[in-house]
């Protein structure tokens, strides 16, 4: 969404783009703050963009259900107006203090964000995705660990790899689009759910259990792949491959920042706050009392992160926002 820019000046810097992270903008927005979207991810969404963007979501408030690209979608839609600038495919490695109270955040590939204030909203952290040796030197030619689009899949012959939910619930997306469809699971049982999984079978998906890839073929792109089964190899056809074996996620930079920590999430009080001045986290990455890990609790950990953040940086400001009815004129419908 930006070139790669050497410093970067705004009220507040969100680390995390996931849906607290853009939630945090919109509402520093809605305060008259600026802010810059930093993420490690090529593209805004967070854990749904990379996992499940085409899942249907049922607990966001005001959706009976929602897809994760939608709500992605809908999410950057609605900070738009306030012109977040987005610092994508960037890794936030370091925080430092900056003059006048603020923060410096270094990026990886080089650069920093300054702010007066920076909102942490990173998720579970920095996630890797697990693979296959086989696998590797066909990423991107073939070999990818999630499906951003459907359709891109529309007549082609897809493997899966893995038993989680993400892995059955893909089959069962791409069914009626794909040519073929097969699962390859290394156990004979999955984890996802159970009524998943029935209807994966259901769809007509292809299911080899107590199966494992052992090799995989192509000149340039993967044109096909060997599976072992119950004694026997079969060679399968495919021109896309999606390795679902889950993420290893960790903390990463952020581990040595000098937040307080408590079971890898970081501490806050009720306003968000993290033991560091003007530094705040929401979301998954935060922990205090009886937490919920929902998104729906994100959105308002964001909310009231926001609002101090204004309150904190601009002395005398309420920090109750005026009513967004009130600002129809200036926000899309």
Not at 157 to 183: E, F
Not at 258 to 284: C, F, K, S, W
Not at 296 to 317: I, K, M, Q
Request: aromatic share 6%.
């Amino acid at each position: 969404m930006t070139a790669v820019d050497t410093e970067t000046t705004a009220d507040v810097a969100v680390v995390g783009a996931g849906p607290a992270g853009l939630y945090a903008a919109y509402c520093a927005g809605f305060r008259g703050l600026s802010s810059v979207v930093v993420d490690a991810l090529p593209e805004p969404g967070g854990q749904i963009a990379a996992l499940y963007p085409e899942k249907r979501i049922h607990d966001v408030s005001g959706h009976v259900a929602v897809r994760g690209r939608q709500l992605v979608d809908n999410l950057v839609a609605q900070v738009a107006p306030f012109d977040p600038h987005y610092l994508l495919g960037r890794v936030a490695v370091s925080l430092k203090p900056d003059e006048g109270g603020g923060w410096a955040v270094g990026l990886e590939s080089g650069g920093r964000v300054r702010a007066g204030a920076v909102v942490i909203a990173a998720g579970l952290g920095r996630s890797v995705p697990r693979t296959l040796p086989c696998l590797q030197p066909y990423v991107g030619r073939g070999v990818a660990h999630h499906v951003p689009r459907l359709d891109g899949h529309r007549d082609r012959d897809v493997v899966i790899v893995g038993g989680g939910d993400s892995a059955v619930d893909w089959s069962i997306a791409l069914a009626p689009i794909a040519r073929s469809v097969t699962v390859v699971h290394r156990r004979s049982a999955f984890r996802a759910h159970e009524h998943s999984v029935k209807q994966m079978y259901a769809a007509g998906v292809r299911v080899l259990t107590d199966a494992r890839v052992t090799g995989c073929y192509g000149a340039k792109n993967l044109e096909e792949v060997r599976v072992q089964t119950d004694g026997e190899e079969l060679t399968l056809p495919v021109q896309a491959l999606v390795a679902a074996l889950g993420f290893i996620t960790n903390l990463g930079p952020i581990a040595a920042w000098g937040l307080q920590m408590e079971h890898h999430r970081i501490v806050v009080d009720r306003a968000m706050r993290t033991n560091l001045p003007r530094v705040y986290a929401v979301g998954d990455i935060c922990t205090y009392e009886d937490r919920v890990p929902l998104i729906s609790v994100g959105f308002g950990e964001a909310a009231t992160a926001a609002n101090h953040v204004a309150v904190e940086l601009r002395p005398g400001s309420r920090l109750a926002p005026e009513h967004s009815t009130d600002r129809d004129t200036t926000l899309p419908s």
